[in-house]
């Protein structure tokens, strides 16, 4: 739920540095191995900052509540050009209330030095790119850091203090069998993170995982073992300690990414950087995808392309179905108050059937999915906002 403060309405903010030294093998994101445009990239970017502030933030009716600084690596930047971001953030939006900054990192670019650096100038949440601790696991998502690297950054970072330690895990990597993905949930909790991140591996389009795939050289695990693998994995961690409060997230207690989880309940905010995504008031914004397009338009005083959506109250009304049922659910008083949905929709056909099979429960008026639901996010989403817009 959005909490204001002097009634003012929290948003995140999202920042994008897209650079890496290699690209990794099932990566579609937007990013670039010339590192040599790193200077030009964050020049652009300080001056985006400070134009799209200007434009687009209300100060009188918001505040900033989380920052986001994702890639790419943004670890490649020194903490010197990571503290000029910060302060331009500062000076144009205010991160005094900030809760939450946090920055994705890999373990190749790390240090205990650069870490303890980037502590101080604000950054208090960091996410670091594991994937796997098996060698040739990491081969064949052409990561360039070691096991060995990996759980030194892990323990470096849990040294230098940040208020949250997160890394990432893929399952389902290419001739990967169920005993290798427990031994490296094993060794998650052997490190104890504060958070825990684990994607079931997709082959999009372009990438080089995609290419092997069509080519014959690797094949997909079949559904039947993932969603093997997403249930153990599930029973494992919350074993543990573990709540798992998103279908890929998992964390101990009062450690769930804030800003995440913020744009799981529909919440605003910002976008800094190439192929940016952001919300606000009503409109949906993706900057360009395009590097050259990026720095050119801001180097000539030009405004950068952007998709922009404005949404409709039924488009809304959607991603409430679609965003809540991925993690805190979809309330029943929300969707009668605010949507004018009564709650009969609880003697529904549909609705009972899911019940009955397990894959949704109510607690308190409030509708979520259950583990086996989670394996049917999207056709059970589906069947909600069929199902719900009749009642409209």
Known sequence: MIQKKDNKIPIGIYLHFPYCKNICSYCDFVVDKNLDQIERYLNALLIEIEETSNKYYDSTKYYINTLYIGGGTPSLLSPSQMSLIINKLNNHLDLSNAIEISMESNPASLDLQKMKEYKSIGINRISIGVQSFIKKELGILKRNHSPNSAIKSIYEAKEVGFNSVNFDLIYSIPNQINKDWISNLEKALELEPDHLSCYNLTYEVGTPLYTKLKSGLITKNN????????????????????????????????????????????????????????????????????????????????????????????????????????????????????????????????????????????????????????????????????LLIVQK
């Open 223 to 386: 559904e039947e073992l993932d969603a093997n693998i997403f249930l153990q994995t599930s029973e494992l961690l919350e074993k543990n300690a573990y709540k798992h409060y998103e279908v890929s997230n998992y964390s101990k207690v009062n450690h769930e990414c804030l800003h995440n989880l913020e744009i799981w309940r529909n919440g605003e905010y910002l976008g800094f950087g190439v192929g940016a995504h952001w919300y606000i008031n009503g409109i949906r914004y993706e900057n360009s995808k395009s590097i050259n397009d990026y720095l050119t338009k801001i180097e000539k005083g030009i405004e950068i392309s952007r998709n922009v959506k404005t949404l409709n109250e039924n488009d809304k009304f959607e991603e409430y179905i679609i965003l809540g049922l991925r993690a805190e659910g979809i309330n029943l008083n929300t969707l009668k108050e605010k949507y004018k949905i009564n709650h009969n929709i609880l003697d529904s056909y549909i609705v009972k059937k899911m019940i009955a099979e397990n894959y949704i429960k109510i607690n308190k008026l409030n509708i979520k999915l259950t583990k086996i639901g989670y394996l049917l996010a999207d056709s059970i989403t589906y069947e909600f906002i069929k």
